[in-house]
């Protein structure tokens, strides 16, 4: 095969060493020994218990942490830092008040100097894609939750990286916005041939949208289980989750979380 | 200026009723739209100056009401006008000190110190505030002492001013610009200071420099706080500046109030008041309708003031 997208050697991260030795701060173990590669167009979810390091794995994967220990690599080169092969997106929508929709769009090109007239018809296309085009001249806080959580999407797409890291994207939507939402990534992911790293807390989300499934420990984090969903339609994620294999993911999923083990010990 | 002016101005005047629509069902913004009035012309519209209310009204009839019992109260109540001239007597005063003593000169000397105090007030505080608030070390190390200066009474400094700099303007626009300095450098240093990370990351996953860092994201971030501080700071300027002619001098509305407390002239001394308020009202409105127009992508709501709402 060949190099992968997005690469994890035995990537390990601690924090709060910075005075090492003196023992003042407590030293805290985010993620350890992690391994993982995706291969081109692969879309891999990692879901684990809340605080076992999920997002550090995300700042490590956009350049914006450094490991403690190990090497992250996009496209076979190793990250020192934010690079454009990899873009963001998260359950915050980041836009800027300041800024209309088409300007928030894009701002990753204005930063990295692309010219107004090419950068314009990018935002504008992306706009129109996202089913955003009345709003494109209105305020975030004129935008519903969803449209503005596409919007995020929209600017992040504007990049046209390699890689995408989304961290929650979803989570603060309402259950049928998200479904809506999940449709419009997996269909932009597949149509694209994005590789995507999905982090995520909903276990059918983790299913529906992916190739594989990564499940982490408790901190410190390290990855426990890989499950290679074997359904069709991964840009059809409201197909998915009525698959007669969905319930088997999800339940060997619990297990593995040990989800509702405390509820039968009560 | 900034992006944020840019967008601005690309922006239509009117969100579109789409958008208005929208923003009505999202019922989070239901108050925006509803004050959402016709679309502002007139200065007096843009402040938010409604004729056709009826709590304008109200409020007028309040002024009325006031303006009567000034005239008629302190004789109705047997006030010596010593104390309490009568209204009409301020008036005529007023006129006094206009042909007599340079009225309309001592003002625009008043008008021009506050002006020039206030911008060069608001510049420096806002240069350090920036400053300070990109350098988490120097800000750390500075503190205490603009902490101390702060609580230090900056009208004190006036007499000391005064002897370094003599009977004329600069010591009323030193007064000013010390008085107005610190809420625009708090205000400046907390908005910095508080700038969500998270947005701040995605600006450095985009391979933003430290200047588009500040550029695109810190300085427009900053500009709700920056116009907080800005209207303290345009009726700070006009106390300064009012005490630095107490102090010392011949010139300005200050200097008048003081000539007329000696003389026992207290209709002097309330006509001078009342034109001092005059040109704090104009600063705090033009401060007011900068704000509005530099800040508005915001929901009316979140403007969260009950300024000029006559």
Known sequence: MSIPRLEFRQVTKRFGNRSAGDGREPVITAVTDVSLALAEGEVVSLIGPSGCGKSTLLNLGSGLDMPSAGTVLVDGEEVDGPNSHVAFMLQKDLLLPWRTIRDNVELGQEIQGVAKDSRRSVALELIDKYHL????????????????????????????????????????LDAQTKMVLQTDLART??????????????????????????VMSARPGRIIEEIAVEMPDRDKPIARRSHMKMADYISRLMGLLHIGDDIEAA | MTAARQSAALAPAQPRPEAERNCAAATCCAAATVERGPAPTSAAAR????????????????????????????????????????????????????????????????????????????????????????????????????????????????????????YNITPKILVAVLIVFFPILINVLTSVRTVDPALINLARSFKASRWQIFWKIEFPASMPSLFSGLRIGSTLAVIGVTVGEFVGGNTGLGYLLVQGEGQGNTGAVFAAIILLTLIGIIAYALVILAERRVLRYMPKRDFGDVSMRI
Not at chain 2, 136 to 145: A, D, F, G, Q, R
Request: proline share 5%.
């Open chain 2, 47 to 166: 402040l938010g100056i409604r004729l056709n209310r009826r709590e304008t009204w109200l409020s007028l009839l309040l002024l009325a009401a006031f303006l009567a019992g000034w005239e008629w109260g302190p004789v109705l109540l047997g006030i010596a006008p010593y104390n309490i001239p009568r209204l009409s007597l301020v008036v005529s005063e007023g006129v006094h000190l206009y042909y007599n003593s340079e009225l309309v000169y001592h003002a625009g000397i008043t008008c021009f110190e506050v002006l020039v105090g206030f911008v060069l007030g608001c510049l420096l505080g806002a240069v350090i505030g920036y400053l300070l608030g990109m350098s988490p070390t120097t800000e750390v190390v500075i503190s205490p002492y603009i902490l101390a200066l702060q609580i230090a009474p900056k009208v004190a400094f006036a007499p000391l001013f005064i002897l370094w700099f003599g």
């Open chain 1, 189 to 214: 992911l597949k149509d694209e041939g994005k590789t995507a790293f999905l982090i995520t807390h909903d276990l059918v989300e983790a299913v529906a949208l992916s190739d594989r499934v990564l």
């Open chain 1, 133 to 172: 085009g009345e709003f494109a001249n209105a305020y975030p806080h004129q935008l519903s939750g969803g449209m503005r959580q596409r919007a995020a999407l929209a600017r992040t797409m504007a990049m046209d990286p390699d890689v995408l890291l989304l961290d929650e994207p979803f989570s603060a």
